[in-house]
Every structure is written in structure tokens, then in C-alpha cells.
């Protein structure tokens, strides 16, 4: 059974009418994700992709395709329209568009990576585009090329990109009474939603389009848009009502997109494009392959003396993808000398993007295994380590946090995994057969505050609309922002409706980096608040009964305006918009980032996983038996919703340890599990009990609802609490993600 848990801190703030606001829509199937809309006189665009890894298109024949039954046009860098945004000479390009970021699809002959779109086949049926797709030949010289990122790595003329930081003394550690250097690999990995990436586009003449499409980021994808295609932004509208999954492969606009506006255009018709699951491992992003190597050392007491990370990660020729593989190292535990340095290794593939976690996924694996190997060499229980060089202060900025409550996971953890029974000698304990280990790591994730515009619309018959172009691609921002505006306003939630998902709506965040319900939240919470602060005037200009008050002395609650010393002095909400002979307030209010008095602190959200697992001793299968998952995130805003975020995170996390392998023939450049068959997720069998638990304290310095991030702490050092696990229960270390059976010493099955 899984459990989840809040703290008795302020249960009394938060709202347990938590059923999500769109779960009907979405298990009925009334909810429309992008692939689902139809429109008249549609056409389809299949894309031929490219096979070879690296070369020049010498020739490409369409005759045949072109021939196809319902085949429209072959769309390729020959007959391809000039798209501003493509042209790489500052100069030529028009005033307001910007160089399209990177692989320029349809634009020339040059391949950088297999599987690369080298032609769109639009036709008048998806069934008539796939048929043709065969029917394209391309003629290429090959180049050589370069995917095999350990091989290419041990070459240090193949970096580049460096960033270094340094506080203190360099590789400090070496000079502790103990310590651990070692070297931790993880493979490239695939985000895998289960909506497919797509977009249709149609026009409406030379300068005003509108896109259905799969992205995290209305707003964003709008700009983009408009900066490649030289649009006024007013004349792009991106409509992304339902997002079904994104976990950072949504944050930026893929081929689809501009094929699917090249397509047309050409053809003055909408155009739908979706992309298949063998595309979506090569044309949407994965989480780079790293390399890393941590140095952990402390005195005889455990007082950290140094740490050093150091770190590469793949990126494409054509583009520089960077992320914050190193950063956790910096500031997660109080220690005086630490040094980092991150490099960039181009490889001819497609290029990497921030998947759940971005970065600190890959960094905490390295650095929480790295404490728990050091925990053992100074015979001390790990958490008692991470206690001993627990800070409240930002050691890399000096700064506080903004709060920090991370003991409280640990105590909570400790209790619910039963840590009493971890073995401190590795391989000592054994239940039915299985060698039994406990193992625990911590995550830490940015908890960030931007700025997001909300309208808010009271109609005369009681009921509330916001609007906001923030996206939904799975979290439950809908009915955390119907929760919060429930509570604000002190209304039941039926009468409230969250709208979304769509740019012409006022403006607001890409959902990633765990930062919507912090900005999008304090958007909402304003707008209820200005909302409440406009009926008390209202109240006072227009009903007799509050003539004679001010606002200070009245309150908006139970759909009524209430004198607040005289609980009969009231007036519901309708009869008052009726009486001053409005139908409607409809206000826009914006929030901005962070104040003056926010940015005296370091806010970041927390997380303490602890896992207890057993492992065959004849085969080596590993078998995860217990979760405790904990998180420190500020006001918890909706419980379900938050629970599953950490459940969505546990499973990831067990993909991460345990399967998760982009693999490529390095003869071809070819990627060759491409699909559910190949590339192994974690089955429901796999997930065991998981507790969930939060701290749920507001945090009083970062916004005033009080609530941070969850979605990239629910993942970020779950892997490391597995293979820790996997120690305590064999005694062998796995550094070198996925586990396997081979890893720990067992032969593979013939």
C-alpha cells in the first residue's frame, strides 16, 4: 500500500477537497491532446530521416514518393521555403528574428546524426504518408563519425567548454584522515511521455499562424516561433490545453515545429505532424551520458575537509546543451574547500535536454554515493555523516535558506524504513533467502519565483475563472491553482475554474525546473487578493449597509463580504454585483519574480530517500521491497497531486538504477533499443510500497503561499539510495549505472 503523510505543521491551511479537477476529463478521454485534433482539410507530414550518422546528401530522389497515391509534396533542403530564422548570417536575417536554435530541419544537405529528418513526405492521410516514406531514396558520402562517449572521452583534445569553481583549497580531501575518489557513469537516457511529440499548424495568410502543439511551454514556444518565422508575437497563438507527459523534453520546440509551419505554408493547408516512438528517442532530447569523478574526504569526527566533482557530459557538434551536473557539490553540505569542473564532449548525435531533475539527477548519484562509500571507510552511519555537515546556510553564496528542514526527513525516514535493522557490515543480513540492504540519498533542486500574469473573472452568478498560458503536462497545476484560489477566496472549488494551456492567455512560465506553483501560485494568490480588495470598495460605494466602513474592516469569505466586527453586517457576492449593477469583474494581475527581501536568501526544495531492497544471491536480481520518500518543499497545496509527483519520481528513479540505457551501435551511430521492446522501463511488478512523506512547513521567505518545487526533488538521489542499498545488502559497489546482475558478479544467462 502507499501511504502518503503531512506533518501536523498548519494541516489546518491546507485544502483536502483534493480530487484532481480535470481526472474525469482525462479518464473519460474528453480531454484533447494535440495528435487528437482534427481539422478540415487537414494534411499529414511523415518525416524520412536519415541512414548514416554523418555526411553530405549527395542527391535525393522523390519522383517515386511524389507518384504515391495522395502524396502532396516531399518537402526537402532543395524545394525547402527560405525560413528567416535559418539563416545563419546575422546581417540577412530580418530585424526581430533570431538564428533558430538548433538542428535546422529541411534547410541543407549536410546529416550530423542518424535518424536526422532529411525530407517531410506530406500527404493527404497519415496511412498515404507512411506508404510513400520508402519510396524516397537518398544518396550520401559518408563521413567518419564519433558516438562512443568513453572511448572519445579519455581524449582531452575532444573537450571543450570548461567551467571551473573553486573555494578554498584544490582536491583538499586528499588530505583527510579518510576519504573516497572515485568514478561514476551514467548512460544517456529517454524522457519516454506517453503522448508523442506533434503539431499542427495552419495559416492564416503570410503572417498570423496558429499551432496545436505538445509543448511545456506556450509562451515560449510563441516566441520561439515568432523570432524564427519573423511574426509579431500577438500573431502566433499556441494552444497546448493537455500536455501527457514532458519531463523536460517539452521545454524547447523540435523539428516538428517548423517543419510543420514549413509544411504549411507550402501547401496553404494545416499540417499535422507526430512523431513516432522510435523518433522520440532521437529527435526530443534525452539526458546527456556523464562521467564523473568525486573526491570526498573528513577527519576522524566526520567533518568534511574537501570535496571535489569533477564531470563531462556528451552535447551534439551542431549545438552546446549544459546543465548543473555539478552544482549540488557546492552548497548541499557545509565544507570549506571544494572544487568542481565541468566539461563539454561534442559527439555526432542529436542534442541532449534537461530531463527530470536536470543536472542534479546525474550529480547527486555521484556525490550521495560518494558519502556513502566515505561513511564506511569511517565505520559511521551515513545519515550520522550527513548530519555531522548539515548547514542552514548556503556555503556557496553565504546566503541562508530560505528554509531548510531536512533533519525532519531523516527522522521521519529513519522510523518508517526501519533503519534500526540496516546491517553496518555489508552482506550480514538475510530474509527468505535474499541478502537484505538499506540505503538512503538526498536530493536538492532550485526552488525558484518568477513572474507570471493571471486574470481572474467574477461573474455574476458566484462562479470564478482564472486564466493563465501556463501549461499542465501532468502535475496537477489545475487543481493546485483551483485549490489555491479555493482557499483565498474562501469558496467552494466547484465554482472555481483554472484555464490554461493556451498563449493568448496572459502570460506565464514553461512548466519545468519545479517553479510553477511558486510563480504561477503567487500570481493566483495576488489576483484573489486584489479580487477581494475590489468587492470590499465595491461593498462600501454601492451597499448602504457598509457606508459608513473601510475596507480594513471587512473580509471576503463564504462568497460573502462580512464586517468583521459585527458577523450580521454581510452581503453574498452576487446580490452585491447585482446591486451595483455589474455582470462581471474581470482584472489582470501580474506577479513578478522575487522581491528584495526574497533575494537575501538561497531557496531551494529538499528531498531524503530511503530504500530497503534484497538481492538474489543466485542470480543477482535485485528487488526493491520498501520506499520511504520524503520531501521538504514548503506548503504542501495539494496533497494527491504532490503524492504523486514523489510516486511518479520513486518510479523514474528505479528506471534510473536499475534499467534506463540509451544504447547505440557505435558501427552505424545508429540507436538500436528504440522502443518499449528494447529500452526497459520499470513494470508496475517493480514498484514496491512506497511511503510518502512531507515536512509541509511553509517556507516564510520565498513567496507568500509558502509552497516550492516537488517534481525534480521526488527523483533527484533516488538512484544513489538504490545502489547503496545494493552495498549494504553484497558488498558491491556499483558505480556504473544501470545495475545489472553482471555488475555484481553473475554471469549472464545463455
Request: glycine residues 8%; contains cysteine.
Given at each position: 500500500?502507499?501511504?502518503?503523510?503531512?506533518?501536523?505543521?498548519?494541516?489546518?491551511?491546507?485544502?483536502?477537497?483534493?480530487?484532481?479537477?480535470?481526472?474525469?476529463?482525462?479518464?473519460?478521454?474528453?480531454?484533447?491532446?494535440?495528435?487528437?485534433?482534427?481539422?478540415?482539410?487537414?494534411?499529414?507530414?511523415?518525416?524520412?530521416?536519415?541512414?548514416?550518422?554523418?555526411?553530405?546528401?549527395?542527391?535525393?530522389?522523390?519522383?517515386?514518393?511524389?507518384?504515391?497515391?495522395?502524396?502532396?509534396?516531399?518537402?526537402?533542403?532543395a524545394n525547402c521555403p527560405i525560413v528567416p530564422g535559418y539563416l545563419t548570417n546575422a546581417a540577412e536575417r530580418p530585424k526581430n528574428v533570431f538564428e533558430w536554435r538548433g538542428h535546422k530541419v529541411l534547410y541543407d544537405?549536410?546529416?550530423?546524426?542518424?535518424?536526422?529528418?532529411?525530407?517531410?513526405?506530406?500527404?493527404?492521410?497519415?496511412?498515404?504518408?507512411?506508404?510513400?516514406i520508402r519510396l524516397v531514396r537518398a544518396e550520401y558520402e559518408s563521413q567518419a563519425f564519433e558516438t562512443n562517449f568513453e572511448l572519445v572521452r579519455k581524449d582531452a583534445s575532444k573537450l571543450k567548454g570548461t567551467v571551473a569553481y573553486k573555494r578554498g583549497t584544490e582536491n583538499a580531501f586528499k588530505t583527510a584522515s579518510a576519504f573516497v575518489e572515485a568514478e561514476y557513469a551514467i548512460p544517456a537516457e529517454v524522457h519516454l511521455p506517453m503522448e508523442m511529440h506533434a503539431t499542427i499548424a495552419f495559416w492564416e495568410g503570410d503572417d498570423k499562424?496558429?499551432?496545436?502543439?505538445k509543448t511545456q511551454g506556450p509562451k515560449s514556444t510563441q516566441t520561439t516561433v515568432a523570432r524564427t518565422f519573423g511574426l509579431l508575437d500577438k500573431n502566433v497563438r499556441v494552444i497546448a490545453e493537455n500536455v501527457g507527459g514532458g519531463f523536460g523534453s517539452g521545454l524547447r520546440s523540435w523539428a516538428n515545429v517548423p517543419a510543420a509551419l514549413i509544411a504549411a505554408k507550402k501547401l496553404?493547408?494545416?499540417?499535422?505532424?507526430v512523431l513516432t516512438r522510435p523518433q522520440m528517442f532521437s529527435l526530443v532530447g534525452y539526458r546527456p551520458q556523464s562521467w564523473q569523478k568525486v573526491g570526498i574526504g573528513a577527519d576522524a569526527a566526520g567533518n568534511f575537509i574537501g570535496i571535489s566533482h569533477e564531470a563531462i557530459t556528451n552535447t551534439s557538434r551542431y549545438e552546446d546543451f549544459r546543465e548543473g551536473i555539478v552544482d549540488a557539490s557546492k552548497f548541499l553540505y557545509a565544507c570549506e574547500n571544494v572544487d568542481t569542473k565541468y566539461n563539454l564532449l561534442p559527439l555526432d548525435l542529436s542534442t541532449p535536454v534537461w530531463m527530470r531533475g536536470p543536472g542534479e539527477a546525474s550529480g547527486c548519484?555521484?556525490?550521495?554515493?560518494?558519502?556513502?562509500?566515505?561513511?564506511?571507510?569511517?565505520?559511521?552511519?551515513?545519515?550520522?555523516?550527513?548530519?555531522?555537515?548539515?548547514?542552514?546556510?548556503?556555503?556557496?553564496?553565504?546566503?541562508?535558506?530560505?528554509?531548510?528542514?531536512?533533519?525532519?526527513?531523516?527522522?521521519?525516514?529513519?522510523?518508517?524504513?526501519?533503519?534500526?535493522?540496516?546491517?553496518?557490515?555489508?552482506?550480514?543480513?538475510?530474509?527468505?533467502?535474499?541478502?537484505?540492504?538499506?540505503?538512503?540519498?538526498?536530493?536538492?533542486?532550485?526552488?525558484?519565483?518568477?513572474?507570471?500574469?493571471v486574470r481572474i473573472v467574477l461573474s455574476s452568478d458566484g462562479k470564478l475563472l482564472l486564466e493563465c498560458g501556463v501549461s499542465d503536462m501532468g502535475p496537477g497545476t489545475t487543481t493546485a491553482m483551483t485549490i489555491l484560489a479555493s482557499e483565498a477566496m474562501h469558496m467552494p472549488i466547484q465554482k472555481i475554474k483554472f484555464k490554461l494551456g493556451d498563449s493568448d492567455l496572459p502570460p506565464g512560465p514553461s512548466q519545468g525546473g519545479s517553479g510553477t506553483t511558486s510563480t504561477v501560485g503567487s500570481a493566483v494568490d495576488l489576483a484573489c487578493k486584489t479580487l477581494q480588495q475590489k468587492l470590499k470598495e465595491i461593498a462600501i460605494k454601492s451597499a448602504p449597509v457598509f457606508a459608513s466602513m473601510n475596507a480594513e474592516g471587512l473580509e471576503v469569505k463564504n462568497e460573502m463580504v462580512i464586517s468583521k466586527t459585527d458577523a450580521?453586517?454581510?452581503?453574498?457576492?452576487?446580490?452585491?454585483?447585482?446591486?451595483?449593477?455589474?455582470?462581471?469583474?474581470?482584472?489582470?494581475?501580474?506577479?513578478?519574480?522575487?522581491?528584495?527581501?526574497?533575494?537575501?536568501?538561497?531557496?531551494?526544495?529538499?528531498?531524503?530517500?530511503?530504500?530497503?531492497?534484497?538481492?538474489?544471491?543466485?542470480?543477482?536480481?535485485?528487488?526493491?521491497l520498501q520506499v520511504v520518500t520524503t520531501g521538504d518543499a514548503g506548503k504542501i497545496i495539494s496533497p494527491k497531486t504532490a503524492r504523486s509527483q514523489m510516486l511518479g519520481g520513486v518510479v523514474g528513479g528505479i528506471g534510473m538504477a536499475l534499467s534506463d540505457k540509451l544504447e547505440i551501435d557505435h558501427k552505424t551511430g545508429q540507436i538500436i533499443n528504440a522502443s518499449f521492446g528494447g529500452y526497459h522501463v520499470p513494470l508496475h511488478s517493480h514498484i514496491p510500497p512506497t511511503d510518502v512523506w512531507f515536512v509541509n512547513k511553509p517556507d516564510p521567505n520565498i513567496n507568500d503561499i509558502g509552497a516550492k518545487g516537488i517534481g525534480e526533488i521526488a527523483l533527484i538521489g533516488f538512484a544513489a539510495a538504490v545502489t547503496n542499498a545494493v552495498y549494504n545488502a553484497t558488498g558491491k559497489r556499483v558505480r556504473d549505472l544501470p545495475i545489472t546482475p553482471e555488475k555484481l558478479g553473475f554471469k549472464t544467462k545463455a
Open positions: 500500500m502507499n501511504n502518503t503523510h503531512l506533518s501536523k505543521n498548519n494541516l489546518s491551511q491546507i485544502n483536502f477537497a483534493d480530487e484532481r479537477v480535470d481526472g474525469a476529463d482525462k479518464v473519460t478521454g474528453k480531454a484533447k491532446y494535440t495528435a487528437e485534433y482534427n481539422l478540415p482539410n487537414m494534411a499529414y507530414g511523415v518525416f524520412v530521416t536519415s541512414s548514416i550518422a554523418k555526411g553530405t546528401i549527395k542527391n535525393i530522389d522523390t519522383a517515386k514518393a511524389l507518384a504515391s497515391p495522395g502524396v502532396l509534396d516531399v518537402i526537402y533542403y544537405n549536410q546529416v550530423k546524426f542518424f535518424g536526422q529528418p532529411i525530407a517531410l513526405i506530406v500527404a493527404d492521410s497519415l496511412e498515404n504518408a507512411n506508404a510513400a499562424v496558429t499551432l496545436y502543439d496553404n493547408r494545416p499540417v499535422k505532424i548519484f555521484a556525490l550521495e554515493s560518494a558519502i556513502d562509500e566515505l561513511s564506511y571507510k569511517l565505520k559511521m552511519d551515513p545519515i550520522e555523516l550527513r548530519l555531522k555537515n548539515y548547514t542552514t546556510i548556503n556555503p556557496e553564496n553565504k546566503m541562508p535558506f530560505s528554509d531548510i528542514n531536512l533533519k525532519d526527513c531523516y527522522a521521519y525516514g529513519i522510523n518508517k524504513i526501519g533503519w534500526k535493522n540496516r546491517p553496518t557490515v555489508p552482506g550480514a543480513l538475510k530474509e527468505n533467502g535474499w541478502l537484505i540492504g538499506y540505503g538512503m540519498a538526498v536530493g536538492v533542486f532550485g526552488a525558484g519565483k518568477g513572474s507570471a500574469s450580521n453586517v454581510k452581503m453574498d457576492i452576487v446580490g452585491l454585483l447585482k446591486l451595483a449593477n455589474q455582470d462581471k469583474i474581470d482584472l489582470t494581475i501580474s506577479s513578478n519574480g522575487k522581491t528584495a527581501a526574497q533575494l537575501k536568501f538561497t531557496s531551494n526544495s529538499f528531498s531524503a530517500h530511503f530504500v530497503k531492497l534484497g538481492v538474489n544471491p543466485k542470480d543477482g536480481t535485485v528487488k526493491i
